[in-house]
């Protein structure tokens, strides 16, 4: 065999598919004189990292489960000028991660809660962080699930093992004690080791209502709250912004 077909079997077994796709214009041009061999290793090489990382990005956030794609950049700041842009962006530096904090978006429905947490998770995810998506509903059934299969530790620690873990649309249903325990287990469990992003329409004040027993809801809380960050939305919903366009367009 040439040894031009072993070299490009080789890179072949190695994985090494950039550089087997543009060696032969590299080795023309280092023939031609156009670049030094050391400029012409170094630059397939720096392709092939390139493209090992944009593959190792796309798998991050197909893991994630995000329900759509949105990113920062797709969010009108303008149409909710109650939420402080600086401090979005800020979250958006995933410093917040490293400092193991957690976040709570408040908010009614269509205020962009959501959108604001998958472009969270989405900047995170690039970053190369474990991160995971679901919604409240989902996580709830799954361990009840795992504990009536008599796999519940097992299934906690799965959902610990994301650096980051966004639990969407908290508040919607009121749960009996037994289920507010498996959450709290989570919760405890987290506690100072990943962040998780909470997502809900619920003030505060209302956690109770949701979680049955004012007791539990403290020590919750307080681990969710210790280090934290707070994001309120109040305004109106993105959903209705042309109905609302609609009715000003009236007046
Ligand atoms: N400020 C915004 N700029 C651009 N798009 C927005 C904005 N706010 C919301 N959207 C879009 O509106 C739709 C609804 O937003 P989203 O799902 O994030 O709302 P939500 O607050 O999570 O509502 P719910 O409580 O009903 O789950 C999405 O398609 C989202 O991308
Ligand atoms: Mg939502």
């Known amino acids: 065999m040439s040894s031009i077909n072993v070299l490009m079997n080789n890179l072949e077994k190695l994985k090494l598919f ?7 214009s590299y080795l023309d041009m280092v023939a031609d004189g156009v ?30 489960n995000f329900p759509f ?44 809660k959501t959108h604001l947490a998958v472009s969270i998770g989405t900047e995170a995810a690039k970053q190369r962080y474990s991160v995971y998506c679901i919604s409240f509903h989902d996580l709830i059934s799954q361990l009840r699930k ?38 709290f287990n989570l919760i405890a469990k987290r506690y100072e080791k990943s962040s998780t992003l909470i997502t809900t329409n619920l003030t505060f004040s209302k956690w109770p209502e949701v979680f049955g027993d004012p007791v539990l809801t403290n020590a919750l809380l307080d681990r969710l709250l210790h280090h934290s960050q707070v994001l309120n939305i109040n305004g109106p919903s993105y959903r209705l912004k042309d109905q609302l366009q609609l009715m000003t367009d009236d007046d």
Request: aromatic share 10%.
């Open 18 to 24: 950039k550089i087997k796709e543009n060696i032969n």
């Open 69 to 112: 794609q949105r990113g920062i950049q797709d969010f009108d700041f303008s149409f909710q000028p109650s939420l402080d842009k600086n401090k979005v962006m800020d979250l958006a530096s995933l410093r917040f991660l490293e400092k193991t904090e957690n976040i709570i978006i408040c908010g009614t429905p269509g205020v962009g």
């Open 146 to 183: 795992a504990k009536y299969e008599n796999r519940l530790e097992a299934r906690i620690k799965w959902f610990c093992r994301y650096r980051l873990l966004i639990l969407d649309e908290l508040g919607y249903e009121k749960m009996d004690v037994d289920t507010a325990n498996l959450f």
């Open 35 to 64: 670049k030094t061999p050391m400029d012409a290793f170094s630059e397939m090489i720096q392709m092939e990292v390139n493209h090992k990382e944009d593959l190792a990005i796309v798998s991050c956030v197909k893991i994630a």
